[in-house]
């Protein structure tokens, strides 16, 4: 861990699960090796949710900067069409009943007949697909502010572990 102050915040969090977890431990548990594996997965927490913050806030900078229109999105209405077209019949699903009809994950795996887990793995491959698809259309200047977007929708499909 690189930074200070995160290094900091995963020390705390660990003795606070100390102090949550204390009575809990058996007696002979061998207390570095707890606080090892206490801080490790605190540590890899921290990390991956500061990575998702830096890229959020990469995308909305890319977003602002572009200062998308209405005229640019008329350009861009097609793309994601044809995005959307190209995905298979319950990918397209997935991408629909989560975007547009803001289903959570759990509501998502409960209509395609899968786990949340298998959902949200469907719903990050035809994200990734749509991606793609328009990644291979980025010669028009058009198409460049979608890829943002689906790059959001992208990260909101990973999430933070949680039910969203």
Same mark, same amino acid.
């Given at each position: 861990m690189r930074s200070p102050q995160l290094a900091e915040e995963v020390a705390q969090s660990t003795f606070l699960k100390l102090a949550q977890h !204390?009575?809990?431990?058996?007696?002979?548990?061998?207390?570095?090796?707890?606080l090892y594996q206490v801080t490790r997965r605190l540590a890899s927490d921290v990390v991956r949710r500061e990575a998702r913050r830096q890229m959020r806030e990469q995308i909305a900078t890319e977003m602002n900067a572009m200062n998308a229109t209405a005229a640019d999105w008329t350009h861009i209405d097609p793309l994601l069409d044809e995005a959307m077209h190209a995905l298979d019949?319950?990918?397209r699903a997935a991408v629909l009943l989560r975007y547009f009809e803001n289903k959570?994950?759990?509501?998502?795996?409960?209509?395609?007949? !899968?786990s949340e887990n298998a959902a949200q793995k469907r719903l990050t491959r035809a994200v990734? !697909?749509?991606?793609?698809?328009?990644?291979?259309?980025?010669?028009?200047?058009?198409?460049?502010?979608?890829?943002?977007?689906l790059t959001y929708m992208a990260l909101q499909c990973i999430g933070t572990g949680h039910e969203t």
């Open positions: !204390a009575r809990q431990l058996a007696p002979d548990t061998i207390l570095s090796g707890w019949e319950t990918d959570t994950l759990r509501e998502l795996g409960q209509a395609l007949g !899968a990734n !697909a749509c991606h793609c698809h328009l990644q291979l259309a980025e010669g028009d200047r058009k198409s460049k502010l979608a890829v943002p977007c």
